[in-house]
């Protein structure tokens, strides 16, 4: 007989048992809530101390270059103080000339002379009445101005600043300027007026004396502010 249960497939897979038991897949064990707390902690922590350290550290920047501030206006304070009080002790002189009378201008060359109530002197002498003598030798700007209020055919309109080494030395001019009245189509009425100015940086010594001379005394307008001289040390 032909055995009809044999065959070449594999036997089906036995089913499972009802009452055999099946593995269990365990889960990680989460973190416990402690250690949860103390990370949140560590790390609100490390932001309040890094925020902490950036506002501290802005705060003393600030302060540094509010101090820098401070100190480089003190010192620019205290070197205008010390350049004013400096300035303040130089030698200067400011003169005026002395008014004259139309009896007392003659038709003379000469030094003029300088109204002493009204003119200022400081580290610097007065010599008979038209001379100043420098007492600290440097370098001085020297500066004129003569207004003249009369022409003359024969004689230009000028000023001359003279220098001499001492009271008895040789005269040498130093600067001089020119100025000219010639007749304008103008009204009779408007006077007629020039003015010769000058100003130059001129070495000095001690003892050295420097004073105005012009052509003729006669022309000069001796009215206030018409005519001054000065030099101040620079």
């Known amino acids: ?24 897949f365990i889960p990680a064990q989460l973190p416990s809530q402690g250690h949860s707390r103390t990370l949140i902690r560590f790390l609100v922590g490390a932001v309040l101390m890094h925020l902490l350290l950036s506002v501290g550290g802005f705060i003393y920047l600030y302060h540094l270059h509010q101090m820098d501030k401070f ?23 400011r003169m005026i000339v002395q008014q004259r009378s139309h009896k007392e201008q003659k038709s003379i060359s000469g030094y003029l002379e300088w109204d002493m109530n009204h003119s200022f002197l400081r580290t610097i002498n007065y010599y008979r009445y038209s001379w100043l003598t420098i007492l600290e030798p440097g370098d001085y700007y020297v500066f004129s101005r003569v207004t003249f209020s009369k022409g003359n055919s024969e004689l230009p309109l000028v000023s001359m600043v003279k220098m001499r080494k001492n009271e008895t030395g040789a005269e040498k001019t130093m600067m001089q300027a020119f100025c000219s009245l010639e007749i304008r189509s103008v009204s009779s009425s408007i006077p007629r007026l020039c003015t010769a100015t000058q100003g130059e940086v001129i070495t000095l010594e001690k003892g050295n004396q420097l004073s105005v001379w012009v052509q003729d005394l006669s022309l000069v307008d001796y009215n206030e502010g018409a005519t001054a001289f000065g030099m101040y040390k620079v």
């Open 1 to 24: 007989m032909i055995n009809t249960y044999q065959t070449s497939l594999p036997a089906p897979p036995v089913p499972p048992r009802l009452n055999r038991s099946h593995p269990v």
């Open 71 to 93: 100190h480089s206006a003190e010192g620019k304070a205290a070197f205008l103080s010390s350049e004013n009080q400096r300035t303040s002790y130089k030698p200067l002189a």
